[in-house]
Nanobody
Framework: QVQLVESGGGSVQAGESLRLSCAAS????????MGWYRQGPGEERELVAG???????NYADFAEGRFVISKDNAKNTVFLQMNNLKPEDTAVYYC??????????WGQGTQVTVSA
C-alpha cells in the first residue's frame, strides 16, 4: 500500500524559509500528481501547490512567487521550498498523491509555525 511521509516542518520567524519533503513508497504509477495542502486551526484544508511527473506545476495565489514545488520522479519525492514565510502560513502541511485509477493518499502532516 502507498505511504507518504512528510518532514521538514518546524517553528520559524516571519521572513525565514523552510523546505518540506514528502517521500512516497509503494505501488506508484508513472503518471501521477503530487501536491501540498495545508490546514490551519479552524480552517478548511486548501491546496498550496501541485506537480505532475512532467514537471507541470500549479500554485495557490498565496504561494505563487513565494513557494516552489519540485519533484524527484526517480525517488518519488516531492519538495516544497517555502520562502518569506508569514504568520498566516502557520498550518499543518499535508502531502497528497493523486493517480488516475487509485484513491488519493495522504501523509500524516507536518506542522509549520511562523511567528511575527
Amino acid at each position: 500500500q502507498v505511504q507518504l511521509v512528510e518532514s521538514g516542518g518546524g517553528s520559524v520567524q516571519a521572513g525565514e524559509s523552510l523546505r518540506l519533503s514528502c517521500a512516497a513508497s509503494g505501488r506508484i504509477s508513472s503518471h501521477n500528481v503530487m501536491g501540498w495542502y495545508r490546514q490551519g486551526p479552524g480552517e478548511e484544508r486548501e491546496l498550496v501547490a501541485g506537480i505532475d511527473t512532467r514537471g507541470k506545476t500549479n500554485y495557490a495565489d498565496f504561494a505563487e512567487g513565494r513557494f516552489v514545488i519540485s519533484k524527484d520522479n526517480a525517488k518519488n519525492t516531492v519538495f516544497l521550498q517555502m520562502n518569506n514565510l508569514k504568520p498566516e502560513d502557520t498550518a499543518v502541511y499535508y502531502c497528497k498523491l493523486t493517480q488516475l485509477t487509485s484513491p488519493n493518499f495522504w501523509g500524516q502532516g507536518t506542522q509549520v509555525t511562523v511567528s511575527a
